[in-house]
Structures are given as structure tokens and as C-alpha cells.
């Protein structure tokens, strides 16, 4: 197969293990490039990427950046504090607003679930979901396997616990799909307060003791508490979390084998995941940033190659 199913990234849901192969054999051939000295392909001179980002964004914001610069594509970028939103101006004309000087791709984070399908169902240009609220951020979960397959050669078959608030996270749910299409066994584990009624639905299983959960796995992705996503208190104290699902150097030597740890940023360090072990030879943390910017190349360049058609 040598193009996506798709025309939007809007979800991993929307995406098959086909397009999966696809974006990681496109994303193994841009690496190799951002490896280079002259780290740039001529390949998008022609077109122009808009990176719309009404919800904070740091790693994603400039990954998506560097990703469109490398590709050569045009690139213009937006904040919603510094725009007419602010004004009381409607999603759909920001975008037609933007769209009007000739914008081909949209990369948008929004904080309202859906925000990206609606989006693509109104405007025309390729929409790719950065982010949209506690639902879907499907690059990261890209990012997420492709470092996993990296660094354990595959992801089928492997054990991958999520830990933390699996309630109020998009990098949750994303993974979920795209572990689960890939074959993977996948656990999540936290408090029980921080994890969705019904989730084995999806084909997870729900652990609430991390030690247990370390023990059976071969990868363990540290999630961050979203405390701004909270409006009533999920856990007695922080101090309390950090006791239960606290991630330290002192659980992981207690372990009879080595595991590998993911976090997708930003870190809250002595929360979800001591200093020592975020900066030790387990994390692939710095991976998962650096395979962020060519599993994006990927992502962008194929959805671009469909537009020109
Ligand atoms: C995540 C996000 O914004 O969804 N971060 C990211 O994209 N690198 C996770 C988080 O904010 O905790």
C-alpha cells in the first residue's frame, strides 16, 4: 500500500494497521533524514500548513514546526491568545479566515472533543488532530509505538501498562487504539477514580496496584496528571498518588527484569515519575520527542501526496 486510508488524521479509531505500517516505514525513511547534515527535503514546496493551537502546547507546537520545515512545506502559525477567538469570532470562520489565503493543511489543538471531525465535516483543507481535548492525540500515540517498535523491534505481542490518569487523557485513549490495532496486550492502571467506567470495552484490562502491573509489563508509559482537565478532587493528596503510582528507581530495582519507561511530556518530575528514573538509561523519553518530529514528517507528507492528486 503506498498511501492512507484516510484524508484527515482526526483519530487513531479512523486509521488502520495498514496506514500504521505505512506511516512507520514513511517515518524509518525520514529519520534517516533528520540525521543528515542538511536535514531538509524539498518535498512540500508547494504547499502550506497552518498550525493552529487554541489549548497550550510546547513539544507538540514546535515538533509539528520543525516536522512542516523540514518538509520544505510553508508555514504560518496561530495561538488563540493572540487572536480574534477572543473576539467572539466562530471556529469555522477562523479556519475559512485562514483558509481564504490558500492554506492546504490544518494542524489544529482544540479543548472540545471532536473539534477536528467537525472541522474536517466544514472546511477544505487536510485536518490533522493535534489534540483535541480529553479525546485524541493520535500523533503521540504514533510516536508511542514507533519508539516502542525501536527500541523492542516490534510492538505485537508486547505487554504495555498506561499508568496514571487514563480519565482525562487523550494520549491514553490514542494509545489504547493504536496498541490494540498493532496487536499488543495493553493494562491500564492508576486510581480507580482516574479510570473510565467500561474501559475493558476497548479490550484493556484495569490494575490498580502498580507493582503488579510493572511485573507483567515490558514497557510502562507514565502518564501525567491533568490537573487542569479536574474540577472536583480524584485522589486525596498528591502525596498520596506519588505513594501508590509513583514511579521510582527503588520499585524498578526491586524488579526481577528490566522494563522499558515512556512519559509523553510535559514531566511532572517526583509525581508520576522520579527524576532518577525519568533521566535514566530505562526512559526513552528524549526518543519518543526526537521519533515525534519524523513520525510527523511521515504523517504529513503522506496527507499532503493526497491533496496534490
Ligand atoms: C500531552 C498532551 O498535551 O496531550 N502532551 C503532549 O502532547 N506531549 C500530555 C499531557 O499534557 O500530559
Known amino acids: 500500500m ?3 486510508s484516510v484524508d484527515h488524521l482526526l483519530g487513531i479509531k479512523y486509521i488502520t494497521k495498514e496506514d500504521v505500517d505505512l506511516i512507520f516505514k514513511t517515518a ?9 547534515p542538511i536535514k531538509k527535503v524539498p518535498s512540500l514546496r508547494d504547499i502550506t500548513i497552518a498550525n493552529l493551537f487554541f489549548e497550550n502546547s510546547t513539544r507538540t507546537r514546535l515538533s509539528f514546526e520543525l516536522a512542516e520545515k523540514r518538509l520544505s512545506a510553508d508555514v504560518v502559525n496561530f495561538s488563540a491568545a493572540s487572536s480574534s477567538v477572543k473576539k467572539g469570532e466562530t471556529l469555522i470562520d477562523t479556519v475559512n479566515n ?6 492546504d ?3 489544529m489543538r482544540h479543548p472540545n472533543p471532536g473539534a477536528g471531525v467537525f472541522l474536517s465535516q466544514h472546511v477544505n483543507a487536510s485536518i490533522v488532530n493535534a489534540g483535541d481535548g480529553a479525546h485524541e492525540h493520535p500523533t503521540q500515540a ?4 514507533y519508539s516502542i517498535r525501536e527500541r523492542l523491534g516490534e510492538v505485537t505481542g508486547k505487554n504495555i ?4 490518569d487514563i480519565l482525562h487523557s487523550r494520549v491514553a485513549l490514542s494509545n489504547i487504539f493504536a496498541l490494540k490495532l498493532q496487536g499488543a496486550n495493553v493494562k491500564v492502571c492508576g486510581p480507580k477514580t482516574l479510570i473510565p467506567k467500561h474501559i475493558e470495552k476497548l479490550g484493556v484490562e484495569v490494575e490498580t496496584n502498580l507493582r503488579k502491573a510493572l511485573e507483567w509489563c515490558d514497557v510502562a508509559n507514565m502518564l501525567r496528571v491533568q490537573n487542569e482537565r479536574m474540577d472536583i478532587s480524584y485522589f486525596p493528596s498528591t502525596r498520596e498518588y506519588v505513594q501508590q503510582f ?3 528507581k527503588d520499585i524498578l530495582d526491586s524488579l526481577n527484569k528490566e522494563i522499558t519507561i515512556m512519559h509523553p511530556g510535559p514531566i511532572n518530575r517526583g509525581v508520576e515519575i522520579t527524576s532518577e528514573v525519568a533521566d535514566s538509561d530505562h526512559a526513552i523519553i528524549l526518543d519518543q520527542v526526537q521519533n515525534g518530529v519524523a513520525v510527523r514528517m511521515a504523517v504529513i507528507y503522506l496527507l499532503a501526496s493526497k491533496i496534490k492528486q
Open 28 to 36: 524509518d525513511h525520514f529519520k534517516e533524514v533528520i540525521n543528515r
Open 142 to 145: 504514533l510516536l508511542d509505538s
Open 161 to 164: 501498562v498506561i499508568v496514571g
Open 105 to 107: 493543511m490544518v494542524v
Open 246 to 248: 509513583g514511579l521510582t
Open 98 to 103: 485562514i483558509l481564504s489565503m490558500k492554506v
Open 2 to 4: 503506498s498511501e492512507l
